[in-house]
């Protein structure tokens, strides 16, 4: 049944995607983000609903009426730069069939962030967007959360079978990144129960990430919630709700979840830790003897074998730094950093544009709100193999996006004109829908 539910879901959304592509936007990102097929038994499961999804909204953009362009911010040719250095470096790859397999889905989802840029063109269609990035993931705070507090936290969360928040450091992560725009949505919402059920949300997908038993979580969503803190419209709030959740979240859980944490200063001594320094090493010496790295997938024990310390201790890099630095080399590392840096400028531009106007207050709250999903994936990144994953390009897309609408397109029906967003861009209108 469920598979059912779902397939007529997709396909009769898919229906009106053709006259308004942003629909297959937010089909795509759904999918791509809750994997909700993966939560299926049937023919659903294995169905190619990204594909069709990406296919129709592909369509669409072409025969829509609708407006659509890309925004050609440094940013965006940062990351044009990056996809086609991933590209000469698959040419040389150390495994290439692995590698090349790894190019198509990642290409994939740079096509479609591209593709996001240039279809959500206003504020609403903007907010949409945001509503199914939070909740694709909020989903699996709100089953995992309730499943942390009715087993008393001794029993790990995971995310859904074949996807790519399975394991419970990847799904952490997700968690973590997801919690700054529960809080944004909430300090939107004007009715007073929706605020407390998104309230309730955000809380319940911290409690799902001290679930996971994720030590690079507990260093995430301790930066992500300092963050939170600071970047927050309402302090006050922010405080209270934090001061009230996280002592009553820690006495919850049992005695072996602070014996995992502890683990953290004894690195020297845990097998796992060892392991990832040893992949690190690999990817240095690797890149340090070849400008184009050793290309996507290079981590691998026959690779180990030349490259690494110690040869037989295989591990996946475990860090978005280091597997960047691994398969693509210096120059790979030095382009996803600045698209990383450049992400949090854009964010930084938007916030100094939006204070002191109320009407931009919206804009200006996602924006922080942005940046410390931003902080909790580059901290938690560090200990995870996630630098190609959808969530981080649709947070990104999010800041472009919110400097594409107020430069251009906040609204046809503003009064007032104010000074360039960025310099050297015409004056925009600062108006329109809040």
């Not at 990847?170 to 997801?178: G, I, K, P, S």
């Not at 800041?399 to 107020?406: D, R």
Request: charged residues 15%; positive net charge.
């Amino acid at each position: 049944m469920r598979d059912v539910i779902l397939f007529l879901m997709v396909m009769g959304g898919l229906v009106f995607a053709f006259k308004r592509p942003v629909i297959g936007i937010y089909l795509w990102s759904w999918i791509s983000l809750m994997n909700p097929h993966r939560l299926t038994y049937g023919f659903a499961f294995s169905f190619p609903f990204a594909a069709v999804i990406a296919g129709v909204t592909f369509i669409g953009m072409f025969v829509s009426r609708e407006p659509k362009k890309l925004p050609m911010r440094p940013i965006v040719v940062v990351l044009m730069l990056f996809m086609c250095w991933m590209t000469l470096t698959g040419i040389t790859a150390f495994e290439p069939d692995a590698a090349w397999e790894e190019w198509n889905r990642v290409f994939k989802t740079f096509l479609m962030f591209f593709i996001t840029l240039a279809l959500i063109y206003n504020a609403e269609d903007l907010k949409r967007f945001v509503w199914v990035v939070a909740m694709s993931i909020g989903f699996y705070g709100f089953k995992g959360g309730l499943f942390t507090i009715m087993t008393g936290g001794h029993s790990r969360v995971l995310g859904p079978y074949g996807t790519y928040i399975s394991d419970n450091n990847d799904l952490a992560l997700a968690l973590v990144m997801t919690v700054p725009l529960l809080w944004y949505l909430q300090g939107q919402a004007t009715n007073k129960w929706l605020r407390y059920a998104l309230i309730a949300l955000a809380v319940l997908t911290m409690a799902a990430a001290a679930g996971s038993y994720s030590r690079g979580a507990l260093l995430a969503g301790g930066a992500m919630l300092a963050f939170l803190w600071l970047k927050s419209a309402n302090k006050m709030r922010t405080g209270v709700v934090l001061l009230m959740a996280l002592p009553l979240l820690y006495l919850f859980m049992p005695e072996a979840w602070f014996d995992r944490m502890d683990s953290i200063g004894e690195y020297k001594q845990d097998g796992s830790a060892m392991g990832r320094i040893n992949s690190w090493s690999m990817a240095f010496n690797i890149a340090s003897h070849s400008l184009l790295g050793g290309g996507y997938r290079c981590f691998t024990p026959a690779v180990f074998r030349i490259w690494a310390p110690e040869p037989l201790n295989v591990h996946a890099p475990h860090s978005i730094y280091f597997q960047v630095l691994g398969e693509h080399g210096f120059i790979g590392l030095a382009l996803f950093l600045t698209f990383l840096f450049m992400a949090w400028r854009s964010g930084s531009r938007v916030i100094k544009f939006c204070k002191g106007k109320t009407e931009l207050q919206w804009a200006g709250n996602l924006a922080a709100m942005c940046q410390v999903s931003l902080i909790g994936y580059v901290v938690g990144g560090a200990f995870l193999t996630l630098a190609y994953v959808d969530q981080i390009y649709d947070i990104v897309a999010i800041i472009i996006l919110l400097e594409k609408i107020l430069m251009v397109n906040i609204s046809k029906t503003t009064k007032v004109a104010a000074a360039p967003l960025i310099p050297g861009a015409k004056p925009v209108a600062v108006g329109g829908p809040s």
